[in-house]
């Protein structure tokens, strides 16, 4: 029997908001499988959770570069929040962002690249000596378009360029500059605050809607109806997945009642152009990094057998 300790509980906690027996129990029956447990505490439901994105373990900064139809982010980590809004260390991500713009987003070529009197990876082992905390570069990600333009946006920005989620959407068309800006700025927009897992139905992880099929399967034949009364309701629970995880059919939040397809059918008319969305990229910082270490108050619980 997997041995259960009190941070396992809290983390599948924080992923799911259910109460921490149920993540308990979600642990016990599935043998300390994380994934497994949540997808457990779904088919119960106890959560209803669709994605895991869960709480972030690490804290940091994501920096965006823009310039001439091609964007990038960079993901930078710290240990603490309060590094996090060093003005030291902003410096370095906002610096180290258009490095990794020149870079293409290549994180071993920007790794290597000149800054200053050394390269990027000496000067940030040296931002970790003067401030005494680890600090790394974690990731990142480029979008080029042509012709057309690509937008960013930062969310809870400490500055424009540096904020804790960062969106890059490029939009491919020959329309006017400005006005495709204006409006690549606002889809970047809508991408922070509904994060879409994929442009398309096609562009989705086969792997992941197969396990949401399979979860959703599991939920409907809890009523006790036929299977065969099941499969003819997955198609409008799998639409409804479908809707809340894919960018075109997401609603445009902006407005909470158009559909992104069909916003980019009206701008495609009002441009007088066609519109296509090329892709997007959006990053949070610390998203999927799991904590390495109890806190205090896990190590109370675990005294008192939460385990």
């Not at 030291?88 to 870079?103: P, T």
Request: a negative charge; one cysteine or more; charged letters at 30%.
């Amino acid at each position: 029997m997997a041995n259960i300790t009190a941070t396992m509980v809290k983390d599948l906690r924080d992923k799911t908001g259910a109460g921490m027996m149920d993540c308990k129990n979600a642990l016990n029956e599935t043998g300390g499988d994380m994934e497994a447990a949540i997808d457990w505490l779904r088919k119960k439901g106890i959560s209803k959770a669709a994605k895991k994105a869960g709480r972030a373990a690490a804290e940091g900064l994501v920096g965006v570069a823009v310039d001439a139809g091609t964007g990038v982010l960079l993901e930078v980590n710290a240990e603490t929040d309060f590094v996090a809004k060093n003005d030291e260390f902003k410096a370095f991500v906002k610096d180290a962002s258009r490095l990794a713009l020149k870079e293409g987003g290549n994180l071993e070529k920007l790794l290597a690249s000149p800054m200053g009197s050394s390269s990027v990876q000496q000067t940030l082992t040296e931002l970790v000596a003067k401030i005494g905390e680890n600090m790394s570069v974690r990731r990142a990600a480029a979008l080029s378009v042509n012709p057309g333009v690509v937008a960013a946006y930062v969310h809870n920005a400490s500055s424009p360029e540096l904020g804790n989620i960062g969106v890059l959407v490029g939009l491919k068309s020959t329309a006017d500059k400005e006005k495709l800006s204006a409006l690549a700025k606002k889809l970047a927009m809508h991408v922070a605050a509904a994060a879409p897992l994929a442009l398309t139905r096609e562009h989705l992880d086969k792997a992941v809607v197969e396990r949401e099929y399979n979860i959703q399967k599991d939920i409907a034949l809890q009523s006790g109806k036929p299977e065969a009364v099941v499969e003819k309701m997955m198609e409008g629970r799998m639409r409804k997945y479908y809707e809340e995880v894919v960018l075109m059919q997401q609603i445009y939040m902006l407005d909470g009642e158009t559909p992104i397809a069909k916003l980019i059918e009206k701008e495609s008319k009002d441009l007088g152009a066609p519109v296509e969305i090329e892709g997007f990229v959006r990053f949070k910082v610390g998203e999927g990094i799991e904590k390495a270490e109890a806190d205090f108050a896990d190590e109370v619980a675990q005294m008192a057998g939460t385990r």
